[in-house]
């Protein structure tokens, strides 16, 4: 089933209108985005603690995020989950939905920004609902980890991993 | 679970930096939203149709809109459809998704047509990839069939029932 289909679409028209009307300017286009995404992520976590305990600490609020938050909005967990237990975490989601329908290597490097200001905003606002301040930064790493998927009619159909990685500095 | 949220809450930030961006213009935003339902109509309906037979007839069409489409946005079916078999279709919603967060009666009105545009572009995107030519509007009947839902620390919460029609002339 395709139910991750419309927040995925919604989310790429999103990102092109804002850079459409932004009049090319990259940084405010991706400012508005993280702090439409703030917005949605407050909201979000009102709804999904409402019947939740109490956290104990950081790090259980941190799991939560991975966990219930991740695959409210994404559909899947984070694959990976280290922190420093000095206020540093950084989150790894190994097939990021809203990259996921980018193939290619370095095309689209340079859009990344856009496709990921939107969900450190979203991280961000959740935590500061949960009274948690945080910075949330986003980087891509690209793993050429080329897989056939499919040969048919002489065409050939690559896709690569690609391994996001957020850090959050609290 | 709030597995809707996340599209419901993305959906009411982009209403809102549209209508922001659109120096008041309420026709503008309006025409704006409709035009980014109908690519996400066409995105999702070509993900969905991917495995399915092909259709027979326009009412095959339709019923499979009611049903696997709505069910993908809007996580439930159409409750009713109606057509008088010369190409006018209505769909009725009871409970829609979009509308569900507001609750009172005449202050919501005035926003209706912003928070329908998107859906009835969704819908037209979605029978124009599928060959199907269509004009959508949207009509709203409140019906305050006032339930009490909460009698709490002195505080009563109310809820209005929305009835949502969509008009299809094909």
Redesign the interface.
């Known amino acids: 089933?395709?139910?991750e289909?419309?927040?995925q679409?919604?989310?790429s028209?999103?990102i092109h209108?804002?850079c459409k009307?932004a009049d090319g300017e990259n940084g405010r286009s991706v400012t508005?985005l993280e702090n439409?995404g703030f917005?949605?992520g407050q909201?979000?976590i009102e709804?999904?603690t409402k019947d939740t305990a109490r956290f104990k600490d950081e790090l259980d609020v941190m799991k939560f995020i991975c966990k219930d938050f991740w695959t409210?909005?994404f559909k899947k967990q984070i694959d990976n989950l280290r922190t420093n237990h000095q206020g540093i975490y950084v989150l790894q989601d190994n097939k990021f939905l809203l990259l996921s329908h980018m193939s290619a290597g370095k095309q689209y490097l340079e859009h990344a920004p856009k496709y990921l200001a939107f969900t450190c905003g979203l991280v961000r606002g959740a935590l500061s609902n949960m009274g948690v301040k945080s910075i949330v930064t986003a980087e891509v790493s690209v793993m050429p980890a080329c897989k056939t998927l499919n040969v048919e009619s002489e065409m050939i159909y690559l896709t690569f991993d690609l391994g996001l990685k957020f850090l959050l500095r609290l």
């Open positions: 089933m395709a139910h289909a419309p927040f679409l919604l989310h028209e999103l209108y804002i009307t508005k439409m917005r949605v909201g979000l709804r999904l409210c909005v």
